[in-house]
Each structure stands twice: as structure tokens, then as C-alpha cells.
């Protein structure tokens, strides 16, 4: 004859971790939503902020002008969001890079971020 011990603990054990799965499914959930509205948000701000055809802005006083042989844009990359001293840029074999200054990213190093865009060693990329 054989005796079976189980601890009167193990039910409650597996309770406890069928719930934390299913908070960590939930969670998941509402990152992934949560992410999809910032986006969204992300959108609208971009293009209520883009200058409209015709108009100039400002230049801004102390920041450095870029150097004439870095100013033509790159075909094929463009910026996707700037944030604090990092960008998120989308290159043209379709993949999104997350970038700051001295990173390299193909045969590109990032020599800076701005507010508007981002200059490597081969020109600028905006958005």
C-alpha cells in the first residue's frame, strides 16, 4: 500500500500562483493598451507640432548650426519619437533604432539629439 503526503499548504500554493498569473496576464494587457494610446497621443503631438508649409521658425539662440555637409537628409531613415537625449529611429531595412549620442548604428554614428531631429556622421535624420 502506498500513502500519498501532501502538505495542506499546496492547494493554497497553487491558488496563490494561478493568481499572480493571471494579474501578470492583466497587466500585460493593460501595458500593451496603455502603450498603444501613448502612441496614438505620440501622433497627434508630432503632427501638431510640425511647422506648416510656408512658415519659418525661429532659430534658437545657443545652439550650435550644423555643419552645411551634415544638413541633407538621409534617404531612407527617419525619426519616429525624440525623447530626453534619445531618439527612436527607423531605418530603411524597416528596423527601429533606439539611439543617443556616440551610438553607432550601421555604418552611422550619432553625433547628436535635438528637439528636431537627429544628426550623425553621414547628415541628418528628421522627422
Not at 496576464?25 to 508630432?46: F, K, P, Y
Amino acid at each position: 500500500m502506498t500513502a500519498s503526503v501532501t502538505s495542506p499548504a499546496a492547494p493554497d500554493l497553487a491558488q496563490a500562483m494561478a493568481r499572480i498569473s493571471a494579474d501578470l496576464r492583466a497587466l500585460a494587457t493593460a501595458q500593451r493598451h496603455t502603450n498603444e494610446r501613448l502612441a496614438v497621443i505620440d501622433q497627434e503631438i508630432r503632427s501638431k507640432a510640425r511647422p506648416t508649409p510656408g512658415t519659418q521658425r525661429e532659430s534658437q539662440r545657443g545652439v550650435a548650426r550644423v555643419p552645411a555637409a551634415q544638413r541633407h537628409g538621409m534617404p531612407g531613415w527617419s525619426v519616429e519619437s525624440i525623447g530626453a537625449n534619445e531618439a527612436w529611429i527607423h531605418g530603411p531595412g524597416g528596423q527601429t533604432h533606439v539611439v543617443e549620442a556616440g551610438s553607432r548604428v550601421d555604418d552611422l554614428r550619432i553625433l547628436r539629439v535635438t528637439p528636431d531631429a537627429v544628426i550623425t556622421s553621414q547628415g541628418t535624420i528628421g522627422y
